[in-house]
């Protein structure tokens, strides 16, 4: 393909619109064609980071009018499966923000509906995998280098939500990050989710009982333990120590400027994920639309590790409501996503 790749971005909420920017400033050889958003004052303001495209209400119209070669899908995970059906049929690429869907039922659906086609078109948004410091601790785990892998300790801190953020989210929105990158960092599948519920957070909304303590466990063995909080108020930190046979690794930490002045040490650190994870949405679109322009449509998570991650959730819905041990039963990865 030597011209630009033509993207509907479906969504302008706060991440739809990210990439609205990112596509037209920072990705070469794709450009913004059509903005999908309900919301008008949304759209326009969308369609104001995206000169030349066209703004729609619903995803039938660019799709009736042919008026994209990709389609990046940033709705709220319940408007998934209505937009993947069409796109899927249309057999247009797709980035997918998470969740593939809501559920591993309406997910195996949408894997039937893909494996029609010749190959993947799905690719997931599971951006953590283009992050840099993932992307080295994988490195460090695959190399051997610190012997093997023993157990991960993770946190994932929210500096507050939005009124949209309901408990089962703490698994479903965010902890949904983890059921991907884990397995992914430690090469081996989750068997079990346990919740526990620490002392709840005043500060948190009513309707939140958090923070909570994630434990899951690997197939390999390796024990990996998230620290879910979405009410630090000061800022949104996610940082990773790998606990290795002969060594540490550990990723996240604040970077850049450091500060002493008026009798304290300072480093700026994050306030949400948009800039926590700025350059891996960078890397991971740039990516999937070299893949897109190149014919290989893909180069990153597919619907398959979609569809696992929505089984670890639903374990891990459980095990935020029930409480106890819940096993994570997958079955066998079919060679089409190989
Ligand atoms: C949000 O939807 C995200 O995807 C962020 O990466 C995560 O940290 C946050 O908890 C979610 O609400």
Redesign the pocket.
């Known amino acids: 393909m030597t011209e630009d790749l033509r993207v509907a971005v479906v969504g302008a909420g706060v ?1 739809g619109a990210d990439h609205i920017k990112r596509i037209t400033h920072r990705i070469a050889g794709a450009r913004v064609s059509a903005i999908v958003e309900p919301d008008a004052s949304r759209a326009a303001a969308a369609a104001e980071d995206a000169p030349g495209s066209m703004t729609y209400t619903r995803i039938d119209d660019p799709l009736e009018d042919a008026a994209m070669d990709a389609v990046l899908i940033a709705t709220p995970g319940q408007f998934h499966a209505p937009v993947l059906k069409p796109a899927l049929a249309a057999g247009l690429p797709i980035l997918c ?2 969740p593939l869907t809501q559920d591993s039922e309406s997910s195996l659906e949408i894997l039937r509906l893909e494996q029609q086609l010749d190959r993947p078109h799905i690719q997931l948004g599971f ?2 995998r283009f992050d840099k410091d993932y992307q080295q601790l994988r490195e460090l785990v695959v190399s051997g280098e610190s012997g093997e892998l023993l157990m991960v300790r993770a946190l ?1 801190r ?1 500096p507050s ?1 939005p009124e949209s ?1 309901v408990q089962n ?1 703490l698994i479903t ?2 902890v ?2 983890e059921f991907d990158v884990v397995p992914w960092l430690a090469g081996s599948r989750i068997v079990s989710v346990e919740v526990k519920h620490s002392r709840r957070n005043s500060l948190a909304p009513e309707r939140l009982r958090e923070p909570i303590l994630v434990i899951m466990e690997l197939e390999n063995g390796v024990l990996v333990d998230v620290e ?1 909080n ?1 009410s630090v108020q000061f800022g ?1 930190q ?1 940082a990773t120590e790998a606990v290795f046979e002969k060594g540490i690794g550990r990723i996240g930490q604040p970077t850049g400027l450091q500060r002493w002045d008026e009798g304290f040490f300072r480093v700026k650190d994050h306030e949400s ?1 948009v800039t ?2 700025a350059d891996a949405y960078d890397a991971q679109i740039q990516r999937w639309a070299d893949a897109v322009r190149r014919g290989e449509l893909i180069d990153g998570p597919n619907a398959w590790d979609g569809y696992l991650v929505a089984l670890s959730c639903e374990a891990g819905v459980r095990a935020l409501n029930e409480g106890g041990v819940v096993p994570v039963e997958a079955p066998e990865r079919p060679a089409f996503y190989a």
């Open positions: 991440m923000e998470k951006m953590r994932h929210n939500v953020y989210m929105d965010s949904v990050h879910m979405v949104y996610v994920f926590r994870f």
